[in-house]
């Protein structure tokens, strides 16, 4: 079955990065996207950027251009977001999910159990 | 960028009852490239529906959606227990967006 799984949960400082990883199982990683989602404490959700697993090839949500690198290991089937100069806004729950699109993004239909950032001085 | 509005913010309704969910975008979407996903509290979203009207793998059909261009509804024949719960629509023709939500709760 597929299956998503995400590592855990963080606290980091203002200024900070953090790499969230995904790692995905029970299907072919390279025939699939990978994007991820936010969702902040009480509030919904947010489309962060997407990942082709086959070619790597990226789209990124442009408030968050410059601040964000999605990157896949295709040995491990492993997918990765780094989210740099950490304010306190970002502190959310990050989800990655499988993306049906592998040259665009589209409907994602499994998604990881998420991982808490937490950005606090 | 496409802005999604999703209307009733709340729903009340009992079990048993019909839910109507509305999802408006701020421009068309292209190919009805709309999704609807319904989240739970502490659980991930799960995929009810894409293309606007196409059921995901194993959601049962009392759930339908349906709508082209700007409009689009999600529909619940029949609450049952488990589908109080907080509706997000998404759209995923251009960058992707996502709706403000609905939540449906127990009246």
């Known amino acids: 079955q597929v299956q998503l799984v995400q590592s855990g949960a963080e606290v980091k400082k203002p200024g900070a990065s953090v790499k969230v990883s995904c790692k995905a199982s029970?299907?072919?990683?390279?025939?699939?996207?990978i994007s991820w989602v936010r969702q902040a404490p009480g509030q919904g959700l947010e489309w962060m950027g997407w990942i082709s697993a086959y070619n790597g090839n990226t789209n990124y949500a442009q408030k968050l251009q410059g601040r964000v690198t999605m990157t896949t290991d295709t040995s491990t089937s492993t997918a990765y977001m780094e989210l740099r100069s950490l304010r306190s806004d970002d502190t959310a729950v990050y989800y990655c999910?499988?993306?049906?699109?592998?040259?665009?993004?589209?409907?994602?239909?499994?998604w990881g159990q998420g991982t808490l950032v937490t950005v606090s001085s | 960028e496409i802005v999604l509005t999703q209307s009733p913010g709340t729903l009340s309704l009992s079990p048993g009852e019909r839910a109507t969910l509305s999802c408006r975008a701020s421009?068309?979407?292209?190919?009805?490239?709309l999704a609807w996903y319904q989240q739970k509290p502490g659980q991930a979203p799960r995929l009810l529906i894409y293309?606007?009207?196409s059921r995901a793998t194993g959601i049962p059909d009392r759930f339908s959606g349906s709508g082209s261009g700007t409009d689009f509804t999600l529909t619940i024949s029949r609450l049952e227990p488990e589908d109080f719960a907080v509706y997000y629509c998404?759209?995923?023709?251009?960058?992707?967006?996502f709706g403000q939500g609905t939540k449906v709760e127990i009246k």
């Open positions: 029970g299907y072919t990683f390279t025939s699939y996207g």
């Open positions: 421009q068309s979407v292209s190919s009805s490239y």
């Open positions: 293309g606007a009207s």
């Open positions: 999910a499988r993306d049906r699109g592998l040259v665009v993004p589209a409907v994602v239909d499994y």
């Open positions: 998404q759209q995923y023709g251009s960058s992707p967006t």
